[in-house]
C-alpha cells in the first residue's frame, strides 16, 4: 500500500491526498511536520534530505516534492486524464505546475504567513498589503486562463488543476481586498464538486 508522510493542514499534502482521491488511490497516511515532528528523524531524513512534506513511499519508490508526486501518480496509477501522453498536452499541465510553484507559491506566502501565521499584534500590514498587490497580480493571469475553459487547461480536472486548489481556497479565505475575478470565483465553485477537493483542501486556513 501507498505510504504517505504529511499532516493534513499541509498544503503540499493536500494536493496528494485529492489526487490520490482522484486516482481511487489506497494509502496510509502518517502525520508528520511542525507538531508533529518526524521529518528531523535520521530514517526521514533517509527518504527526504529536507526534512519537508510531503514524502511517498511506493513499494521501494520513494518521491518527495508535491508536484514530483502528483506526476509520479497519475504515471503509475492512472488512465491518462490527470496527465496526458500527448506531449503537447502534458507541456500545459506541467508549465502550470511549474508555475505554482515558481509564480504563485512565492507571492502567496508572504500573505498567507502574515495574516494567518503572524498574532495579529505582530502583523506588519503594510508587507502584508504590497505582497497582496504581487498575489493579485498572479490570480489576475490565473482568471485570464480560466476563462478558456471549464478547468485549467481544458475540458477535464489535471494535476495543474489540484495544484492551485489550496491557493484558490487561501486566497477567498483571506481578509484583504479582492477584484471581483469571476472567472476563478466559477473554477472555484466547479471543484466544489469533486470529492476529494471536499475532503481534503476545503477546510479552515490555519
Keep these: 500500500m501507498l505510504e504517505i508522510w504529511g499532516r493534513t493542514t499541509s498544503s503540499n499534502v493536500q494536493k496528494v ?3 490520490c482521491s482522484e486516482l481511487g488511490i489506497e494509502y496510509r497516511r502518517y502525520d508528520a511536520g511542525r507538531e508533529f515532528g518526524v521529518v528531523d528523524t535520521e530514517g526521514y ?12 513511499r511506493d ?40 508555475w505554482e510553484l515558481g509564480t504563485l507559491a512565492p507571492v502567496i506566502f508572504p500573505v498567507f504567513w502574515g495574516l494567518i501565521r503572524t498574532p495579529e499584534s505582530k502583523r506588519d500590514y503594510g508587507a502584508i498589503n504590497e505582497a497582496a498587490k504581487r498575489l493579485t497580480a498572479a ?19 489535471t494535476l495543474a488543476d489540484i495544484a ?3 491557493s484558490v481556497h487561501r486566497w ?9 475575478l469571476l472567472d476563478l470565483a466559477g473554477w472555484y465553485e466547479r471543484i466544489h464538486s469533486h470529492r476529494g477537493f471536499i475532503d ?5 486556513v490555519v
Excluded at 45 to 56: C, S
Excluded at 139 to 157: C, K, V
Excluded at 200 to 204: D, G, L, R, S, W
Aim: charge should be positive; hydrophobic fraction near 40%; charged fraction near 25%.
Design 17 to 19: 491526498l485529492w489526487c
Design 45 to 56: 531524513r533517509k527518504m527526504n534530505p529536507n526534512g519537508l512534506v510531503p514524502t511517498i
Design 59 to 98: 513499494r521501494d519508490t520513494v518521491v518527495w516534492e508535491s508536484n514530483a508526486i502528483q506526476r509520479y501518480l497519475a504515471t503509475r496509477f492512472g488512465d491518462g486524464s490527470m496527465s496526458p501522453a500527448d506531449p503537447a498536452k502534458r507541456a500545459i499541465v506541467d508549465q502550470w505546475l511549474d
Design 139 to 157: 490570480f489576475i493571469i490565473l482568471n485570464r486562463q480560466m476563462s478558456r475553459s471549464p478547468y485549467l487547461t481544458g475540458d477535464d480536472l
Design 164 to 166: 492551485m486548489g489550496n
Design 172 to 180: 477567498f479565505a483571506f481578509n484583504i481586498e479582492r477584484p471581483k
Design 200 to 204: 481534503h483542501v476545503a477546510k479552515p
